[in-house]
């Protein structure tokens, strides 16, 4: 019987490697493969809380949101990579220290 | 073994199993490639708790938009012709020490923790309570997200705009 926790680990697995992406990857891009994979854990934490907690569909409409959030936040930092690639010709994160004093 | 318990088992499998590729892949379009795999992973994952919905989302935006435009992104990053798009990795003990840890405290909690749930609800079509729920009491979070994407579009295209054309 698969059950509440089931879900739970496998978004546990899902947050921890994206972790792992966000922390050890230079590439700024790749970091934001991690960070879409953080966002989905927990989506599926929202859903999996929806369909056996005791509530409603409030869980659902929640991750809907986040849906949003993460296609307007990927956007976003999309193009500051590319300006960033475009006036440093990297796209390394550790290279861009230009605010660095 | 249930036919759903093969089905959860199948799709963690791919899930997690892609999400690693994405993480240690040496290769950028690898790790693209796998983020494909593991957004259908969760998308299936959805499909078995019970959310058509969402599923169909998800598939919809993550993989038919924010896939594309990261892959737009490691594409406009690299000059063509440099055909191995390597990604290094920083912080080769400290990164994994982290998320390693994270990754068993979580477990612990979700493990041991009694959960007050209920009977799982039978699967029902969700599309229209949604519909209802978004048009009802949480219309002006609806609308503030669709101002939130007209910003971020236009905040996008101010942002790659060349200095030289403003």
């Given at each position: 019987m698969i059950t509440l926790p089931h879900y739970l680990v496998v978004s546990a697995a899902l947050f921890s490697l994206g972790m792992l992406g966000i922390l050890t990857r230079r590439n700024a891009v790749n970091v934001l493969m991690g960070v879409e994979l953080v966002l989905n854990s927990a989506n599926l934490n929202l859903v999996a809380f929806s369909r056996f907690?005791?509530?409603?569909?409030?869980?659902?409409?929640?991750?809907v949101f986040v849906i949003v959030i993460a296609a307007a936040e990927v956007a976003v930092a999309l193009a500051i990579v590319l300006t960033l690639y475009r006036l440093r010709r990297t796209p390394n994160l550790d290279e861009a220290d230009i605010l660095k004093g | 073994m249930p036919i759903g318990a093969v089905v959860f088992w199948i799709l963690a499998l791919v899930t997690v199993?892609?999400?690693a590729v994405v993480v240690l892949a040496r290769s950028l379009i690898y790790s693209a490639f796998a983020l494909l795999f593991t957004f259908f992973g969760v998308a299936g994952l959805y499909v078995l708790l019970g959310a058509d919905f969402l599923a169909a989302t998800q598939l919809l935006i993550y993989v038919?938009?924010?896939?594309?435009?990261?892959?737009?992104?490691?594409?406009?990053?690299?000059?063509?012709?440099?055909?191995?798009?390597?990604?290094?990795i920083t912080q080769p003990w400290a990164g994994p020490l982290v998320a390693g840890g994270i990754f068993v405290i979580l477990t612990a909690i979700a493990v041991q923790t009694e959960w007050a749930t209920g009977a799982p609800r039978p699967p029902a079509p969700t599309t229209r309570t949604i519909g209802?729920?978004?048009?009802?009491?949480?219309?002006?979070?609806?609308?503030a997200a669709?101002?939130?994407?007209l910003v971020a579009l236009m905040g996008a295209a101010m942002i790659v705009r060349?200095?030289?054309d403003a």
């Open positions: 907690g005791p509530g409603n569909l409030g869980g659902q409409l929640f991750a | 199993g892609s999400a038919g938009g924010i896939l594309v435009l990261l892959l737009f992104g490691v594409m406009l990053t690299h000059k063509i012709y440099d055909l191995d798009l390597r990604s290094e209802e729920m978004f048009m009802g009491p949480f219309l002006l979070p609806f609308e669709s101002i939130l994407l060349r200095k030289k």
